[in-house]
T-cell receptor, first 111, second 118 residues
Framework: GQQLNQSPQSMFIQEGEDVSMNCTSS?????WLWYKQDPGEGPVLLIA?????ELTSNGRLTAQFGITRKDSFLNISASIPSDVGIYFC???????????FGDGTTLTVKP | DTEVTQTPKHLVMGMTNKKSLKCEQH?????MYWYKQKAKKPPELMFV???????INESVPSRFSPECPNSSLLNLHLHALQPEDSALYLC?????????????????FGPGTRLTVL
């Protein structure tokens, strides 16, 4: 089956630092999604990407759809304590298809 | 109303109990999903309903029984569960919703029901 490799598994950073995480796959995806999950809550959609090479921002978050269609990146600039949580990437091959999730990146921000 | 609600928030049940999880959305979304999530793991798809009909069953054991009474409601009936079924159960709906400055046609998740099977 399709698998996504998400890295890093965890990050411990100082408030104010920038963060980068990525997902790679051996298969092509036509949609990449980035979610954030706080403890005890459901994942919240941050950014959706639909075109290879697309670069999309949502506030301090920027995500890119890799040119090869096999990877995606999420950057967070000037991290703040409320950025703490688990970030999941997800890929989808067709519009009606299922999403495949990465294993998540756990972000800890030290004040 | 731009959210997916789930009840109860927490549920503790014995292995012989019968219980139900409920999910509701009033965004007009016509696809609804059940996921199971273990701690520090990604959500695992269980069922998909499209236009109130079951379209995907990811080989889920029959002790989990989904039901979609109408386009706004999704239930998950539980019977004779095992302790390893303890997890966060997430409901999601898929449709158009604004996120930031964009409008997406993607899955939006509820807060989940934390299930503990004793």
């Amino acid at each position: 089956g399709q698998q996504l490799n998400q890295s890093p598994q965890s990050m411990f950073i100082q408030e104010g630092e920038d963060v980068s995480m990525n997902c790679t796959s051996s298969s092509i995806f036509n949609t990449w999604l980035w979610y954030k999950q706080d403890p005890g809550e459901g994942p919240v959609l941050l950014i959706a990407l639909y075109k290879a090479g697309e670069l999309t921002s949502n506030g301090r978050l920027t995500a890119q759809f890799g040119i090869t269609r096999k990877d995606s990146f999420l950057n967070i600039s000037a991290s703040i304590p409320s950025d703490v949580g688990i970030y999941f990437c997800a890929g989808r091959r067709t519009n009606a298809g299922k999403s495949t999730f990465g294993d998540g990146t756990t972000l800890t921000v030290k004040p | 109303d731009t959210e997916v609600t789930q009840t109860p928030k927490h549920l503790v049940m014995g292995m012989t109990n019968k219980k139900s999880l409920k999910c509701e959305q009033h965004m007009g979304h016509r696809a609804m999903y059940w996921y199971k999530q273990k701690a520090k793991k990604p959500p695992e798809l269980m069922f998909v309903y499209s236009y109130e009909k079951l379209s995907i069953n990811e080989s889920v054991p029959s002790r989990f029984s989904p039901e979609c009474p109408n386009s706004s409601l999704l239930n998950l009936h539980l019977h004779a569960l095992q302790p390893e079924d303890s997890a966060l159960y997430l409901c999601a709906s898929r449709g158009r919703l604004a996120g930031g400055r964009a409008v997406y046609n993607e899955q939006f998740f509820g807060p989940g029901t934390r299930l503990t099977v004793l």
